[in-house]
């Protein structure tokens, strides 16, 4: 207990602030050097209690020298006597500097002075850093006068009244007072069971002797027992003597002055101090109050563990009480003593009975319990014997030096004593003849020496254990009330059962034994009645915990398990030695470590209770959100165990060990070899293998109920032969998991055909994945060494704790397990997809492509209507047959979704097509009412004229043949809807509208045409008489017309020229209306059938007036331009229209002239304007000069400059004023300079031209896939723009009018050539970037090309950089025609070479591994080796590395087991081959199975050859085993036949080989079968031809040459090839079952020299015509 002692004394007022425990506890197990300082005397005796508040720390203060006290020992140091005198009033100045009241005893009195210490556990020897003894023991004594004892259990909520229990009757009172105000009122019951029985004597500082031991002092070298101060649970005094009579106190032991300002008087006793002069109360209180009184403590008895105290403080009237009691027992002596029995028989006193008589009733249960209380309290604490005990009371009477009285000394007065001592047998809550002492048990006494903190806690402890011992009493009283009749009882055959095997033994079957079972068996029915009614009652108050709160069920604890069990014949063992070994041996000796071992079992059975992965199988879910629940769980476990499992375990085991000191457990250990021999080594091991333990059970336990879980899903599926066929309807399933579906899918049909949304091949891998990552989480934990014991020098890679791995038999065991379940699982699941393959066609058709391709041909009715009802009948089907979900095994297949899309499409084709027949109908109707309603509208239209007249009664001829070719189209609409209506289509408004309005059309168009006839007669009347009035209108305007002609021969004044010109225009539009009329009327008189009338006068009349037209409006048109021309300004005048318009006027004036030849003033007139244009005409080439579009100031300058005067084009300035200056003098300066400005204009006009058309030219760039980049799209005219423009630019450089435009000619020839060859530049690098974009995309080429790679990735750099400044400005001239975007792109180029060369590099290495890369291109191959971890890429390029090798197959784990031919064929592989390594590597194991597969295959063939009849033998195996092995064969017998002489026999033998194949190829064969017969039957021609040929030229002997000049075919564990003296071994390179050419004597001779050349090493090249057996 020392160090918990240090922790309080740190944490009491006063102590030192850098005081620490543990630097104490160190400093214990070192040698202190250290001189040791005497005792001090107290600082408090200048200080009460009123000034601790006023008092600083007195460890602050000024820097003192820290070694002083070494100092003072020194002699140099020690001042000497004579140094100090000492005044003469020196004990006057002492008793002055008493400044208040201290704890510190000043007066003699009643109590010991040490009997106020409390036991500290401090050295009596100060050190330094250490509370003196002294201090700590004051500091103490103030702290416990500071607490209130009452206060503090009035915190605890204990009641001072109810430690004590009540009288008889207070049960009932408590219980009735309530009864009349409430219908059911909350009990509250007072405890009955003394307080003692539930002390808990380990709170006790000191045996009794100790306290009691406290009282003697030594005074004159004599011992003299004093009190020993303390509280106890007293009667009151007021209940005792009343309030008045309680106040007039006094003490019966005297002091020489007051008590002792320490020992304070309570509460209760100031409460009861009032005048001396009050009167007693009448009579006593019937129930006593107690209250906590300040006592004396006197003795102890050990045998009743019972302390004798007296008050301290008395009132007078119990002292008078007292006398007289002692008077009348003196006067009456022995009559009193018969009367009452003595203390023994009565077992109490009659202050007991008054205190209360509730303990009468408990008499029996604590004389039965009397020695139980004795050992238990015994058990608590250990007393000293009853001689010692003794002896301490008879030490000597209580005395005191200030006069208190003493216990009398006589004889009778020792037996007094002595008989009370005796008399005390049994005692109640006191024990007490006179109220003035008391014997009272340790719960109901407070020592003031003890903290009063600490006493509350003991006394609440007890009090409450006493409530719980109360309440379980009671409980069984309620149970024990509870009435046995109409329980439930043991059945009758259970309990014979139990007697019949209590009895089995023989002896126990007797009669005396039958009996006692009897009994037994009724106290057993008695105990299951009570445990019947135990249950109820608990039912019941556990409902309803309100009404019944004062019952307390109580809490079942568990049984104790005896030492030795059942077996009490234990044999000896040595048990001591065995311990001392273990103890030597074992962890547990050190509390700390069976801390350490108990948490880490603890948090590690925690451990194993987690799992791994979610196998509780509920709800199925898809592959990802499968995956994602069963990772979450494992980095669940994965936190858990790093995050909370590993820094836990460290803070418990570094908390538990982090007191101990150097040792066996110390973690503060710095040395290896000491840590290597330590416990605490074993410790750490015995935490990391009990961890490494945890991990395992975890793993091992989550695996196999990950694996349970599959297998339970997959069981039905076990042992499904691969090639399973569905068996049954698909709606259910024969494969049933045991406890649900794990995945959820979804059947589909799409596209790719019949699938399901999720790909079946990942969920082998994804729970080959899920159950590695469940392995991979728990094998990153790190030890715990390293972290507790951080003072050695650990490594700096991290040590983890040691799991299970991935490669255990156990695990791959369960792995391979699981993926063998899950593959079983899956060929049922692609048997049921397959039942659903009809549906493809159905479910991948689109409504409109198929209502496109059904109205590609024309339909009858009955056709639509047949397509329908076979859509209806098919859906019908669909979801009739189709179930909503179905279960395979660990699948749950939805097919809802399909039977849904499924029937929805096929509603959908029926309404489509039902609707596209009512569109058919609406448009057929519509049309039909379209053309009728033209009919109608044409017949009512009214005639403006004879014409409109004569059409409208010729189309009325038309309309008969097109109302019955309509009637016809009508008939079969209203059939249609007939049929539409069969099918219950809604028609809308429009179309039912449409339909009955089609059906009345023909009746209503007769109508009409009726009323149209008869208008037709009535208008053409009107229209002739019409006619004539028109006719003689005409007459008399043409003669008006010939008037006016004949009129314009008297104009002749030119100045009225405009005014005439109007009159020539008006005549004019009059001429040409009365042509127009002449020809209508004409024509309606052909209508009419009238005489045609001529009217010659309308031509005559135009003819004679078109020269007096020509020459007005021409002169007008003349005097209008010149006037303009010569007064307007020269800058609105334009050259070219002037001298057009000049030209043209004087061609017509010319023919007028000639025209007007005879009349006389016309002509004058007509020469007048000729003669004016004639005049003006020298002056164009002037005014061309002057108004050229290319002349510029710098022309005008030269200009003036030639002419010597100042010519600008303003806006004042006219021709007029030209000619007035005389510029018609200068033509020729003028016209030249014109020219050179107009060749200058063209030249900037064309450079204008150039710039505007590259405006609005843009590059067009495109996204490129999803590159997240652009390319360039250029197209040819831009290309030819820009070579034409390149060109033109040229030619304007080498004009000799450039001069102007030199340096902007220069600048656009710049641009047009830089943007020429930034196109050209990245035009090539976007060529090689698209085609090597692709290829280092892929990170296997990036990885095997680390350098080209970084090449790759800078040149894209720039490239994207590029491509996103085009994207923002695709204008070509702006962007291209930029230097360093060229420098850029030849950088780009520069890379992309060197990139390409370095590809080049790459393939070639890669085709010397595989020679057979040769016959691939590279892009072919970069397409492969971009794709190495994909082995089924090379499957599209195998047909060109290999003779015929179309495919591999391909299993689920990738391994090869097959290859196909290009026709089909299929071969196994003799070996299993997996794709790993590099594709070229594993590219030449497949050449090598290859090989080594048809080696195998031709040997096995050629066992069985002779064993099987031969048409059964060529259709078992592939094609071209088949002709190898036949020419094996067939070059045996030959052998053998030559050998034998018997070539003639074996002609026979090959025709009937060949009539067999024939009747093969006769019969059915399958396609590759026929192909192979095909192959075979002309080899074998070839061979009956060779053979008839031998026997043709007699050939005996093998060696012939006939004979050694074929080619044959040997087996000697190899396949050999000879002809003459050339053999070779058989290639086996597969030639899959392709077709034999026929074979001719040329064939046999290309054999035979070709031979002979690879024979010789070299080689050769057929040469000859076609068809004569080169192939």
């Given at each position: 207990?020392?160090?918990?002692?240090?922790?309080?004394?740190?944490?009491?007022?006063?102590?030192?602030?850098?005081?620490?425990?543990?630097?104490?506890?160190?400093?214990?197990?070192?040698?202190?050097?250290?001189?040791?300082?005497?005792?001090?005397?107290?600082?408090?005796?200048?200080?009460?209690?009123?000034?601790?508040?006023?008092?600083?720390?007195?460890?602050?203060?000024?820097?003192?020298?820290?070694?002083?006290?070494?100092?003072?020992?020194?002699?140099?140091?020690?001042?000497?006597?004579?140094?100090?005198?000492?005044?003469?009033?020196?004990?006057?100045?002492?008793?002055?500097?008493?400044?208040?009241?201290?704890?510190?005893?000043?007066?003699?009195?009643?109590?010991?002075?040490?009997?106020?210490?409390?036991?500290?556990?401090?050295?009596?020897?100060?050190?330094?850093?250490?509370?003196?003894?002294?201090?700590?023991?004051?500091?103490?004594?103030?702290?416990?006068?500071?607490?209130?004892?009452?206060?503090?259990?009035?915190?605890?909520?204990?009641?001072?009244?109810?430690?004590?229990?009540?009288?008889?009757?207070?049960?009932?009172?408590?219980?009735?007072?309530?009864?009349?105000?409430?219908?059911?009122?909350?009990?509250?019951?007072?405890?009955?069971?003394?307080?003692?029985?539930?002390?808990?004597?380990?709170?006790?500082?000191?045996?009794?002797?100790?306290?009691?031991?406290?009282?003697?002092?030594?005074?004159?070298?004599?011992?003299?027992?004093?009190?020993?101060?303390?509280?106890?649970?007293?009667?009151?005094?007021?209940?005792?003597?009343?309030?008045?009579?309680?106040?007039?106190?006094?003490?019966?032991?005297?002091?020489?002055?007051?008590?002792?300002?320490?020992?304070?008087?309570?509460?209760?006793?100031?409460?009861?101090?009032?005048?001396?002069?009050?009167?007693?109360?009448?009579?006593?209180?019937?129930?006593?109050?107690?209250?906590?009184?300040?006592?004396?403590?006197?003795?102890?008895?050990?045998?009743?563990?019972?302390?004798?105290?007296?008050?301290?403080?008395?009132?007078?009237?119990?002292?008078?009480?007292?006398?007289?009691?002692?008077?009348?027992?003196?006067?009456?002596?022995?009559?009193?003593?018969?009367?009452?029995?003595?203390?023994?028989?009565?077992?109490?006193?009659?202050?007991?009975?008054?205190?209360?008589?509730?303990?009468?009733?408990?008499?029996?249960?604590?004389?039965?319990?009397?020695?139980?209380?004795?050992?238990?309290?015994?058990?608590?604490?250990?007393?000293?014997?009853?001689?010692?005990?003794?002896?301490?009371?008879?030490?000597?009477?209580?005395?005191?030096?200030?006069?208190?009285?003493?216990?009398?000394?006589?004889?009778?007065?020792?037996?007094?004593?002595?008989?009370?001592?005796?008399?005390?047998?049994?005692?109640?809550?006191?024990?007490?003849?006179?109220?003035?002492?008391?014997?009272?048990?340790?719960?109901?006494?407070?020592?003031?020496?003890?903290?009063?903190?600490?006493?509350?806690?003991?006394?609440?402890?007890?009090?409450?254990?006493?409530?719980?011992?109360?309440?379980?009493?009671?409980?069984?009283?309620?149970?024990?009330?509870?009435?046995?009749?109409?329980?439930?009882?043991?059945?009758?055959?259970?309990?014979?059962?139990?007697?019949?095997?209590?009895?089995?033994?023989?002896?126990?079957?007797?009669?005396?034994?039958?009996?006692?079972?009897?009994?037994?068996?009724?106290?057993?029915?008695?105990?299951?009645?009570?445990?019947?009614?135990?249950?109820?009652?608990?039912?019941?108050?556990?409902?309803?915990?309100?009404?019944?709160?004062?019952?307390?069920?109580?809490?079942?604890?568990?049984?104790?398990?005896?030492?030795?069990?059942?077996?009490?014949?234990?044999?000896?063992?040595?048990?001591?030695?065995?311990?001392?070994?273990?103890?030597?041996?074992?962890?547990?000796?050190?509390?700390?470590?069976?801390?350490?071992?108990?948490?880490?079992?603890?948090?590690?059975?925690?451990?194993?209770?987690?799992?791994?992965?979610?196998?509780?199988?509920?709800?199925?879910?898809?592959?990802?959100?499968?995956?994602?629940?069963?990772?979450?769980?494992?980095?669940?476990?994965?936190?858990?165990?790093?995050?909370?499992?590993?820094?836990?375990?460290?803070?418990?085991?570094?908390?538990?060990?982090?007191?101990?000191?150097?040792?066996?457990?110390?973690?503060?250990?710095?040395?290896?070899?000491?840590?290597?021999?330590?416990?605490?080594?074993?410790?750490?091991?015995?935490?990391?293998?009990?961890?490494?333990?945890?991990?395992?059970?975890?793993?091992?336990?989550?695996?196999?109920?990950?694996?349970?879980?599959?297998?339970?899903?997959?069981?039905?599926?076990?042992?499904?032969?691969?090639?399973?066929?569905?068996?049954?309807?698909?709606?259910?399933?024969?494969?049933?998991?045991?406890?649900?579906?794990?995945?959820?899918?979804e059947l589909l049909i799409d596209g790719e055909g019949v699938h399901y949304n999720a790909d079946l091949l990942t969920f082998q891998v994804m729970l080959v994945r899920v159950f590695d990552k469940g392995i991979q989480v728990t094998q990153k934990v790190p030890r715990l060494e390293r972290m507790i014991v951080d003072k050695l020098f650990w490594p700096k890679v991290p040590e983890l704790l040691e799991s299970v791995g991935s490669k255990e038999p156990s695990v791959c065991s369960l792995r391979d397990k699981i993926v063998m379940y899950i593959s079983e699982a899956l060929v049922p699941l692609l048997a049921y997809s397959r039942q659903f393959v009809q549906y493809i066609e159905l479910a991948n058709m689109t409504v409109a492509e198929y209502l496109q391709s059904f109205a590609s041909e024309e339909k009858t009715t009955q056709q639509v209507k047949a397509e329908i009802d076979r859509f209806l009948k098919e859906k019908s089907d669909i979801e009739s047959s189709f179930p909503q979900s179905i279960v395979i095994g660990p699948f749950y297949v939805m097919v809802d979704s399909l039977r849904t899309q499924l029937g929805k499409k096929c509603k959908e084709l029926a309404n489509a097509l039902l609707d596209f027949m009512v569109q058919n109908l609406k448009k057929e109707t519509d049309d039909i009412c379209e053309q009728f309603n033209k009919i109608s509208k044409r017949l009512f239209e009214r005639p403006n004229a004879i014409e409109d007249l004569t059409e409208q009664r010729d189309y009325m001829k038309t309309i008969p043949e097109t109302v019955h070719s309509s009637q016809e189209r009508i008939q079969r609409a209203m059939s249609d809807y007939d049929m539409v209506e069969d099918y219950c289509y809604p028609l809308s408004n429009e179309d039912f509208e449409a339909r009955w309005t089609t059906l009345s059309w023909p009746h209503r168009l007769n109508e009409h045409i009726e009323n149209a006839s008869a208008q037709m007669d009535q208008d053409e009347e009107r229209f002739q008489k019409n006619l004539l009035n028109d006719q003689s209108q005409l007459e008399e305007k043409l003669d008006t017309l010939q008037m006016i002609v004949a009129g314009f021969s008297g104009h002749t004044d030119l100045t009225k020229a405009p005014e005439i010109r109007n009159d020539v225009r008006r005549v004019t539009k009059d001429l040409k209306e009365c042509q127009t009329l002449a020809q209508?009327?004409?024509?309606?008189?052909?209508?009419?059938?009238?005489?045609?009338?001529?009217?010659?006068?309308?031509?005559?009349?135009?003819?004679?007036?078109?020269?007096?037209?020509?020459?007005?409006?021409?002169?007008?048109?003349?005097?209008?331009?010149?006037?303009?021309?010569?007064?307007?300004?020269?800058?609105?005048?334009?050259?070219?229209?002037?001298?057009?318009?000049?030209?043209?006027?004087?061609?017509?004036?010319?023919?007028?002239?000639?025209?007007?030849?005879?009349?006389?003033?016309?002509?004058?007139?007509?020469?007048?304007?000729?003669?004016?244009?004639?005049?003006?005409?020298?002056?164009?080439?002037?005014?061309?000069?002057?108004?050229?579009?290319?002349?510029?100031?710098?022309?005008?300058?030269?200009?003036?400059?030639?002419?010597?005067?100042?010519?600008?084009?303003?806006?004042?300035?006219?021709?007029?004023?030209?000619?007035?200056?005389?510029?018609?003098?200068?033509?020729?300066?003028?016209?030249?300079?014109?020219?050179?400005?107009?060749?200058?204009?063209?030249?900037?006009?064309?450079?204008?031209?150039?710039?505007?058309?590259?405006?609005?030219?843009?590059?067009?760039?495109?996204?490129?896939?999803?590159?997240?980049?652009?390319?360039?799209?250029?197209?040819?005219?831009?290309?030819?723009?820009?070579?034409?423009?390149?060109?033109?630019?040229?030619?304007?450089?080498?004009?000799?009018?450039?001069?102007?435009?030199?340096?902007?000619?220069?600048?656009?020839?710049?641009?047009?050539?830089?943007?020429?060859?930034?196109?050209?530049?990245?035009?090539?690098?976007?060529?090689?970037?698209?085609?090597?974009?692709?290829?280092?995309?892929?990170?296997?080429?990036?990885?095997?090309?680390?350098?080209?790679?970084?090449?790759?990735?800078?040149?894209?750099?720039?490239?994207?950089?590029?491509?996103?400044?085009?994207?923002?400005?695709?204008?070509?001239?702006?962007?291209?025609?930029?230097?360093?975007?060229?420098?850029?792109?030849?950088?780009?180029?520069?890379?992309?070479?060197?990139?390409?060369?370095?590809?080049?590099?790459?393939?070639?290495?890669?085709?010397?591994?595989?020679?057979?890369?040769?016959?691939?291109?590279?892009?072919?191959?970069?397409?492969?080796?971009?794709?190495?971890?994909?082995?089924?890429?090379?499957?599209?390029?195998?047909?060109?590395?290999?003779?015929?090798?179309?495919?591999?197959?391909?299993?689920?784990?990738?391994?090869?087991?097959?290859?196909?031919?290009?026709?089909?064929?299929?071969?196994?592989?003799?070996?299993?081959?997996?794709?790993?390594?590099?594709?070229?590597?594993?590219?030449?194991?497949?050449?090598?199975?290859?090989?080594?597969?048809?080696?195998?295959?031709?040997?096995?063939?050629?066992?069985?050859?002779?064993?099987?009849?031969?048409?059964?033998?060529?259709?078992?195996?592939?094609?071209?085993?088949?002709?190898?092995?036949?020419?094996?064969?067939?070059?045996?017998?030959?052998?053998?036949?030559?050998?034998?002489?018997?070539?003639?026999?074996?002609?026979?033998?090959?025709?009937?080989?060949?009539?067999?194949?024939?009747?093969?190829?006769?019969?059915?064969?399958?396609?590759?079968?026929?192909?192979?017969?095909?192959?075979?039957?002309?080899?074998?021609?070839?061979?009956?031809?060779?053979?008839?040929?031998?026997?043709?030229?007699?050939?005996?002997?093998?060696?012939?040459?006939?004979?050694?000049?074929?080619?044959?075919?040997?087996?000697?564990?190899?396949?050999?090839?000879?002809?003459?003296?050339?053999?070779?071994?058989?290639?086996?390179?597969?030639?899959?079952?392709?077709?034999?050419?026929?074979?001719?004597?040329?064939?046999?001779?290309?054999?035979?020299?070709?031979?002979?050349?690879?024979?010789?090493?070299?080689?050769?090249?057929?040469?000859?015509?076609?068809?004569?057996?080169?192939?």
């Open positions: 207990k020392w160090p918990t002692e240090i922790h309080e004394m740190a944490s009491r007022p006063g102590t030192r602030k850098d005081y620490r425990p543990r630097e104490v506890l160190k400093s214990r197990g070192k040698p202190q050097n250290r001189p040791s300082v005497g005792q001090r005397g107290f600082y408090s005796e200048i200080a009460n209690l009123g000034a601790k508040e006023s008092i600083l720390d007195p460890l602050e203060g000024p820097d003192v020298v820290q070694n002083t006290v070494l100092k003072t020992k020194k002699p140099a140091h020690v001042p000497p006597v004579t140094q100090f005198r000492t005044p003469e009033n020196f004990i006057d100045i002492l008793k002055a500097q008493l400044h208040g009241p201290t704890t510190q005893l000043l007066t003699s009195e009643d109590f010991s002075k040490r009997s106020w210490d409390p036991k500290v556990q401090v050295s009596f020897q100060t050190q330094t850093g250490v509370t003196p003894r002294l201090l700590e023991i004051e500091r103490r004594k103030r702290d416990f006068a500071q607490k209130d004892l009452e206060d503090i259990l009035s915190s605890r909520s204990v009641n001072a009244q109810h430690i004590i229990p009540k009288k008889k009757g207070s049960l009932s009172k408590s219980v009735d007072s309530g009864s009349s105000k409430t219908l059911r009122p909350a009990l509250e019951f007072p405890p009955f069971l003394p307080l003692e029985i539930f002390d808990d004597s380990e709170y006790d500082q000191r045996l009794p002797e100790e306290w009691i031991a406290l009282g003697y002092e030594e005074e004159g070298g004599k011992e003299i027992r004093k009190l020993v101060p303390a509280k106890a649970l007293l009667p009151s005094l007021a209940s005792l003597v009343g309030e008045a009579a309680a106040g007039d106190t006094k003490s019966p032991l005297p002091p020489a002055g007051a008590p002792p300002p320490s020992f304070r008087t309570s509460r209760a006793g100031r409460r009861y101090k009032v005048s001396s002069d009050s009167d007693p109360p009448p009579h006593a209180p019937k129930v006593l109050c107690h209250e906590w009184t300040d006592v004396g403590v006197l003795d102890y008895s050990p045998q009743t563990k019972r302390y004798l105290v007296q008050r301290i403080v008395v009132p007078t009237r119990l002292v008078e009480l007292k006398a007289e009691k002692e008077a009348e027992q003196a006067k009456e002596g022995s009559k009193e003593e018969p009367a009452s029995p003595p203390r023994e028989e009565r077992g109490s006193s009659p202050k007991e009975i008054e205190a209360g008589d509730s303990h009468h009733s408990l008499s029996s249960e604590r004389e039965k319990g009397d020695s139980n209380q004795e050992e238990q309290t015994s058990s608590r604490s250990t007393s000293p014997s009853g001689s010692d005990s003794e002896q301490k009371m008879s030490a000597g009477p209580v005395s005191s030096d200030t006069g208190s009285p003493q216990p009398p000394e006589s004889k009778e007065g020792e037996e007094r004593t002595q008989k009370k001592k005796k008399k005390v047998r049994f005692f109640t809550a006191y024990d007490t003849e006179d109220d003035l002492q008391y014997w009272v048990p340790r719960i109901h006494l407070a020592f003031a020496a003890e903290d009063p903190a600490v006493f509350a806690q003991r006394v609440s402890d007890a009090y409450q254990l006493r409530k719980e011992v109360e309440s379980h009493l009671r409980y069984n009283l309620y149970v024990d009330c509870m009435p046995v009749e109409g329980a439930g009882e043991m059945d009758f055959e259970e309990l014979q059962r139990i007697q019949d095997l209590a009895k089995s033994l023989p002896i126990l079957k007797t009669e005396s034994v039958s009996k006692v079972s009897e009994r037994l068996a009724k106290e057993i029915q008695l105990e299951y009645k009570r445990t019947q009614n135990r249950m109820i009652f608990d039912k019941t108050v556990n409902s309803d915990s309100k009404t019944f709160s004062y019952v307390s069920v109580p809490i079942k604890q568990p049984e104790p398990v005896p030492l030795t069990g059942m077996c009490s014949d234990v044999p000896p063992f040595p048990f001591q030695n065995v311990r001392d070994k273990f103890q030597f041996l074992t962890l547990f000796t050190s509390e700390e470590a069976i801390k350490v071992v108990v948490h880490v079992r603890s948090e590690c059975s925690e451990v194993t209770e987690l799992s791994l992965f979610h196998t509780k199988v509920g709800k199925p879910l898809k592959i990802e959100d499968f995956e994602l629940s069963q990772l979450q769980a494992s980095n669940q476990v994965q936190a858990y165990l790093e995050g909370k499992w590993i820094p836990q375990l460290k803070h418990l085991i570094w908390s538990s060990l982090i007191d101990v000191n150097k040792g066996w457990f110390s973690i503060a250990e710095n040395s290896w070899d000491v840590y290597l021999c330590s416990k605490l080594r074993r410790l750490m091991e015995l935490v990391r293998y009990a961890m490494q333990d945890a991990m395992r059970t975890l793993i091992e336990n989550s695996l196999k109920a990950f694996y349970l879980m599959v297998e339970d899903a997959c069981v039905e599926c076990h042992n499904v032969p691969s090639d399973y066929i569905w068996q049954g309807t698909i709606v259910h399933s024969p494969f049933k998991p045991k406890a649900g579906p794990l995945f959820s899918l209508k009327y004409n024509q309606r008189e052909r209508l009419f059938g009238l005489p045609v009338t001529q009217y010659d006068k309308v031509g005559k009349l135009t003819r004679d007036f078109e020269p007096y037209k020509n020459l007005w409006n021409t002169a007008a048109d003349w005097m209008r331009w010149h006037e303009s021309w010569m007064n307007d300004s020269l800058v609105n005048i334009d050259p070219e229209i002037l001298a057009t318009n000049v030209n043209g006027s004087f061609k017509t004036m010319h023919k007028c002239v000639k025209h007007f030849r005879d009349i006389e003033p016309l002509k004058l007139a007509s020469q007048e304007v000729k003669d004016q244009i004639d005049a003006f005409k020298p002056y164009i080439p002037l005014i061309q000069g002057l108004r050229n579009p290319g002349m510029r100031n710098r022309h005008w300058q030269q200009l003036s400059e030639q002419l010597g005067m100042t010519i600008q084009p303003k806006q004042n300035l006219t021709f007029a004023k030209c000619l007035e200056m005389g510029l018609q003098n200068h033509s020729e300066e003028i016209a030249k300079v014109g020219e050179i400005a107009g060749k200058e204009y063209g030249i900037e006009q064309a450079l204008d031209k150039m710039e505007s058309e590259w405006e609005p030219v843009e590059l067009e760039i495109l996204a490129y896939k999803e590159t997240g980049t652009f390319i360039m799209r250029t197209g040819e005219e831009m290309s030819q723009q820009l070579d034409d423009h390149i060109v033109m630019t040229q030619a304007m450089s080498f004009s000799p009018y450039k001069k102007p435009f030199e340096g902007r000619i220069t600048t656009w020839e710049n641009k047009l050539r830089v943007t020429q060859d930034v196109i050209e530049e990245w035009s090539v690098c976007q060529r090689s970037w698209l085609y090597l974009e692709p290829i280092f995309s892929s990170d296997d080429i990036n990885r095997q090309l680390p350098v080209e790679g970084k090449r790759y990735q800078t040149m894209e750099r720039i490239w994207r950089k590029v491509m996103n400044t085009a994207k923002q400005n695709p204008k070509t001239i702006q962007l291209c025609a930029d230097q360093k975007l060229l420098d850029n792109l030849k950088e780009c180029n520069k890379l992309l070479d060197q990139v390409q060369k370095g590809l080049s590099d790459y393939l070639e290495t890669k085709r010397s591994a595989f020679p057979r890369f040769y016959f691939l291109s590279d892009d072919e191959l970069l397409e492969i080796l971009s794709q190495t971890k994909d082995p089924t890429a090379v499957q599209p390029h195998l047909r060109k590395c290999f003779e015929n090798i179309s495919r591999l197959q391909f299993e689920e784990d990738l391994c090869i087991t097959k290859m196909f031919s290009g026709e089909g064929e299929e071969v196994p592989f003799s070996e299993q081959l997996y794709p790993k390594g590099n594709v070229e590597d594993w590219l030449c194991e497949v050449e090598r199975v290859m090989r080594g597969s048809l080696k195998s295959i031709i040997g096995q063939s050629l066992e069985q050859y002779p064993q099987v009849p031969r048409t059964d033998w060529v259709l078992s195996w592939p094609g071209q085993i088949v002709i190898a092995g036949c020419q094996v064969n067939w070059t045996t017998e030959v052998t053998e036949s030559i050998a034998h002489g018997d070539l003639e026999g074996l002609t026979k033998r090959l025709v009937d080989q060949l009539s067999d194949l024939v009747s093969l190829v006769r019969g059915k064969l399958k396609r590759i079968e026929r192909m192979m017969m095909s192959a075979l039957i002309v080899i074998e021609v070839h061979a009956r031809d060779v053979v008839f040929k031998m026997v043709e030229e007699g050939v005996k002997d093998i060696n012939d040459f006939e004979w050694i000049s074929q080619l044959r075919y040997y087996w000697h564990e190899d396949l050999l090839i000879r002809a003459v003296n050339a053999e070779f071994v058989y290639g086996y390179e597969y030639l899959g079952n392709t077709g034999r050419l026929v074979i001719t004597p040329l064939t046999d001779r290309c054999y035979l020299t070709l031979t002979g050349a690879l024979h010789l090493k070299f080689g050769g090249a057929p040469a000859g015509p076609a068809g004569t057996g080169k192939t």
